[in-house]
Structure formats: C-alpha cells, structure tokens
C-alpha cells in the first residue's frame, strides 16, 4: 500500500511516476513526472560550496556537527523557491575538508526534520514498515535518516549502514550504534560525498538533499602544483525534475529509474561560470539518482576545445594522465552515479570565448548542456603557478598482485519480477535474503568478477574497500578504461559484461554492504552483504584467544573445502600444539 501524508496531499501538481526499465509490469507502468517550466538556461552564476569549520574538539579529533532540516532553496531565479532537506541548511551540504591520517568525528542531528515526508514514501519497498523491522516497537517512523561517507574505510559501526537509522523523534533503527561516528581519513587522498543510505528510503532522501561533499588532501597531493584555491571548483552533477509552483517532481510510486529534465550543478539549474584564461582543477561528482553522464566540453563562440585531463578517478590516482576529447586517450568522460573525476582543464588559448560543458549520455529526458564557462579577456595574461598537466609525475597507486589472491568469486548482477515490482538481484539475491553474505577472511585479497545479466548498466559499489579494475568486456579479459587504472570504490558494469576487480580486505572486521548505485535499484534491494572475518588463525581461537580441537576441527573443514590455504592450516596446526595465545 502506498501512503500518502496529509501535508503532501495539499501539494499542488504532484509526480505521478517514471516509466520504468524491462520487462515492465502493469504496476510500473506510469507517467513520467511533471515536466518542468522552461527555464533559460545560463542566467545564474555557478555556486561554490562552502568549507565547514570544525565545532570543536573530541578525543583529540576534529568535531563536526550537522543540523538536517527542511528549507527552500532557489534553483532558478524564475522558478519559485523549492522546499528541500538539507545539512546546515545548504543545498548541496557543506564540503568538509580533511588531511590524510587526522580523524574526525562527525555527529548529524536530524531533529529538525518535519515527521512527514518531503516525498510520497511508498510502503511496497522494504525498510518501510514494521514487517521489515521485526524488533522494532510499534510503526517505522516515515522520515528516518542516517549519513555515510562514501568511500570510507571504517568500522562497521561507524559506517552509515542502511538499518542504523534514527527518526527526528528519537526513534533508533535496529543496527543504531553511535551518534558519533569516528572517521579515521587514513586511506589517502580523496574527493567524495556523504549521503544519506536508509533502507527503503535512500532514492527519496538523497533527492530531497540529504548529500554533501568531503575531500582529504595529501602531502603527496600538495606537492603536484594542481590548481588550488578559487581555482579547484567541485561541479556536483545532478538532474531533477520540477512542479510549477517550484516543488520538486518525483514519481508518488516507486519506479526501478528516475530521470528528470533539468540538468542541476552545485544546486543551481543550469549555471555559468566566469574562469580567467588558465588552469583549473574540477572535482566532479555524479551525485544523480540514476543517470549518467558522458562529459565533453562544445565552443559556444569560437573553434576547438580545451582538452581534459583526468589524473585521479576520485580516490589517490591514475596511473598517468589521461587526455580526453577529440584525439584523446578517451573521446569522452563517461561518470555513472556516485562515480567521481577529477580533471584539469586549461583555457589558456580561449580568452574571450565561451565553453558549455555537456552531457551526451542518451538516457530519458535529453540533458545535453550542464553548466557554461566563460573566459574572460584580460589585458595581461594571469599568473599561474599551477603544472603543466601534461607534465605531473603522479604517485604510483595502490595495486595488487595476483598471486596474492586467496578466493575468486563470481557475482552476478540480475533482474526478476517480485510482488509486481521489477527488482534487481545480487547473486540471486536481495537485501536480507538468508545465504547471500559472503565471508572474505581479514588481511586476504579477492577477486570478484561482476557478471551483468541483467540487461541494464549497473554502478557498483562496495564499502570498506577501494579497489581496482582489472578487465572487462564479455570475458571480463579487455584491459580497463585508461581512467579506471586507479583506485575506486565504485564502478560501471554494463549490460552482457564481467567487469573484474582485485581488492584486498583489511582495515576492519565485520558486516559491510555492496551495492548497485542507482538508488532506486538499491532501494528495492539490489543490496546485499560481505562479512569480513578475523584472519586466518583469530577466527578459529577460542575466547580465551586459543586454538583448541574445536578451532583445529573447524578449520581441517575449511581446508577440505578450500576455504583455508595449506600454509595456513599448517600455522593453525603450529599454535593449536603450542597452546600459544593467538597474537591480535
């Protein structure tokens, strides 16, 4: 049943659904939201997310404190101002700026939330009712929220799980652990976001402006020159569609896709941005529900366009430069949801013209032009102290030998049809399906060889872990994008192909999730587990931290089903002789 507030009643020119993706059944089939009022496009400048200062100190880290609550926002100056949810009263949230190996505690208080949805909660997806929360008291609040980071290697209990929810009225999901949560930044440079993930609800939240931006800087960063101050600018890319009297338009009914007619940067519809006639660094964000965007740059006023140069994929870096556009490494830079890039791009030889970046990614309702750039025509040349980007030396990123791999697992990515909704699958399965985790051992690196048998394109990411690409193409054989041979967390799987990725899992114990991306799929449940466990010799101790007959006999099964490697059996057999404690 799909419930539908009071207050949400009143709205005028309600959204009343996308078409969905096939196989379509009869309850997928639906309108596409309200078109949007034709707004010009270019007529507001680009803004630039503000920097969050700590609040303060805790344990010795830096303290941040989030305020979630309802406002309105301008996306357009001819559109009515748009009701939205947002941290600290922003649209995006605020970019928390953090160096590499100093942690920070972020705490996010959602109090301020209205106790009805912004949007319709529909009731058929799973996490929004008691039946899907079996020891949860009474009715699941309808606004719940909880914030991760994206891209983060941390503890479980400070990740930002689905069920770690908490309601403005106080009401704790069933995985609840902290209000706190303690982010050690330890994994190197990064640019990503956080956003809200709650079961059932991720798709709504997020779309009505529970995200934001973080970074880590690096010594290894800061000593490459790459543009920096006003001239390092985050383009956080997004599509939405909206009502007339500036509201937002979002199918009342779940639908398996959402695509909406006005391109969105940084919170504005449609913006430019003055630039002088050099070198800037763009951190750019796909932060979209669902689309993707494959990015070129068109001259609006002139011949030619500058090339992009991509050094880091948004995690450390690539393995060298890549150049894209005509002549380029890659004719284009394709980005689906929650991907990042992050792109120098000099317009030295363009003083005076006009540049448009676009969007050629044919999906639902045409996007072509993102966000315009106009060069100015200064007098004298700028100064610019930033490298030739042709010229950066970049660090060698983290990689992983082959040899070292412990398990290969094919994982595939499906499609079926459940209580009339199309749903997508993991391994068969959905969220919370018994015998869908996976138990990578602490310490050990893996293969997974994501096999699409789904019929669609699916961003997959997993938490905890960066990774990196190792094939693709039909056998999962073809080498990996030229701007893919660095580390990632999340990465584009098309229809009919393996893409192959090699991770080592270390860091923490515990229950992750892996998911797709698009936050519809991920909404109806395209989201399952991977418990990493103790390593080889703390998983079969005792509590006592000894290996007795009862860990030797459990891990002789693991070895007889080539669960446990021999070399580790034998250091089994070591300490279970010795009575020797078993080292943390």
């Known amino acids: 049943m799909t419930r539908l507030s009071r207050r949400r009643l009143l709205q005028a020119g309600a959204a009343l659904g996308v078409a969905g993706v096939a196989p379509q059944t009869s309850t997928e089939v639906a309108a596409q939201t309200a078109q949007s009022p034709a707004l010009d496009e270019f007529v507001q400048e680009l803004p630039i997310p503000s920097v969050k200062e700590p609040d303060g100190q805790r344990e010795g880290a830096d303290a941040y404190e989030f305020q979630q609550t309802e406002f309105t926002h301008s996306f357009h100056p001819d559109l009515p101002d748009t009701t939205v949810w947002g941290f600290d009263g922003s649209y995006p949230g605020p970019m928390i700026e953090a160096e590499e190996g100093e942690p920070i505690h972020v705490r996010v208080d959602n109090s301020g939330l209205p106790s009805d949805h912004l949007l319709t909660v529909d009731e058929r997806i799973d996490g929004t009712t008691s039946e899907n929360h079996p020891n949860t008291d009474g009715p699941v609040p309808e606004v719940r929220t909880v914030t991760h980071f994206h891209g983060l290697e941390v503890a479980p209990e400070n990740d930002g799980q689905s069920e770690m929810w908490t309601s403005p009225d106080g009401v704790e999901g069933p995985k609840f652990v902290n209000e706190w949560q303690e982010l050690p930044m330890e994994q190197g440079r990064t640019t990503s976001t956080y956003h809200d993930h709650t079961l059932g609800i991720t798709r709504l939240n997020a779309y009505a402006g529970l995200f934001g931006l973080y970074k880590i800087t690096s010594d290894e960063e800061e000593s490459l020159d790459l543009p920096s101050g006003e001239y390092d600018v985050p383009l956080v890319l997004q599509d939405k569609s909206f009502n007339s009297d500036g509201s937002l338009s979002y199918p009342e009914e779940y639908v398996p896709q959402f695509l909406g007619d006005t391109a969105v940067v940084n919170g504005a519809a449609w913006p430019y941005l003055d630039v002088e006639p050099r070198r800037y660094r763009f951190r750019i964000v796909n932060a979209a529900n669902h689309r993707s965007f494959d990015l070129g740059l ?11 140069y991509q050094f880091a994929p948004g995690h450390g870096f690539l393995e060298s430069v890549v150049s894209i556009g005509s002549g380029g490494d890659l004719d284009s830079l394709l980005l689906t949801a929650f ?22 990614a044919e999906m639902g309702p045409e996007l072509t032009d993102l966000v315009q750039f106009r060069v100015s025509d200064p007098d004298q040349a700028p100064s610019d102290p930033s490298a030739e980007p042709t010229s950066l030396s970049l660090p060698s990123p983290t990689s992983y030998d082959e040899d070292d791999v412990r398990t290969t697992r094919e994982m595939t990515l499906g499609v079926t049809v ?73 990465v584009r799987v098309d229809p009919g192909e393996t893409v192959r990725i090699i991770a080592e899992f270390s860091g923490y114990t515990g229950r992750f999730p892996w998911h797709c991306h698009m936050l519809e799929h991920e909404d109806n449940k395209m989201m399952i587990a991977f418990h990493v466990e103790g390593g080889p010799l703390q998983s079969y101790a005792n509590e006592d931290g000894v290996i007795g007959s009862e860990g030797l006999t459990d891990a002789i099964a693991d070895w007889r089903t080539s669960d446990l490697e021999t070399e580790d059996l034998l250091e089994v057999i070591d300490y279970w002789r010795s009575g020797d404690e078993v080292a943390e």
Request: glycine share 14%.
């Open 298 to 308: 068109r001259n609006d006023s002139g011949s030619g366009v500058p090339t992009m």
């Open 339 to 360: 991907e990042r890039a992050e792109v120098v791009v000099d317009f030295s030889d363009y003083a005076g013209q006009t540049l448009t970046l676009t969007n050629s």
């Open 418 to 490: 459940e209580d009339g909704l199309i749903t997508h699958t993991l391994n068969g399965f959905t969220y919370g399906e018994e015998g869908s985790t996976v138990y990578p051992r602490l310490g050990t690196t893996e293969i997974w060889e994501l096999v699409n048998e789904s019929g669609g394109r699916h961003p997959i990411h997993l938490h905890l872990v960066t990774f990196r690409v190792i094939g693709r193409g039909p056998d999962g054989t073809e080498p990996p994008d030229p701007n893919e041979r660095g580390p990632k967390d999340t």
